[in-house]
């Protein structure tokens, strides 16, 4: 057996994060919102889940980060 080093996966960022602001998800905001959620869980997006998502939302109840 050797010895290893153990790197991060991912490298540092060379400044630090930006900060990320947390608001509610307008109706104008879903399409985009979408796209990221499908994005992010390695699903395909599908424009009649937008239709689906506008007669579900309820304001106040969805929310965003945002990078600032």
């Known amino acids: 057996m050797t010895d290893a080093t153990i ?3 991912s490298p540092q960022p060379a400044t630090s994060p930006a900060t ?4 509610e998800i307008t109706e104008d905001d ?5 796209r990221a ?3 992010g869980n390695f ?5 009649a889940s937008l239709e689906r998502r506008r ?3 309820e304001p106040g109840r ?5 990078r600032g």
Not at 30 to 34: A, E, H, P
């Open 43 to 47: 699903a395909p997006y599908r424009a």
């Open 37 to 39: 959620y499908s994005k």
């Open 7 to 9: 790197t991060s996966a």
């Open 62 to 66: 969805w929310v965003r980060r945002v």
């Open 30 to 34: 879903l399409d985009g919102w979408g």
């Open 20 to 23: 990320l602001t947390v608001r």
């Open 55 to 57: 007669r579900v939302f």
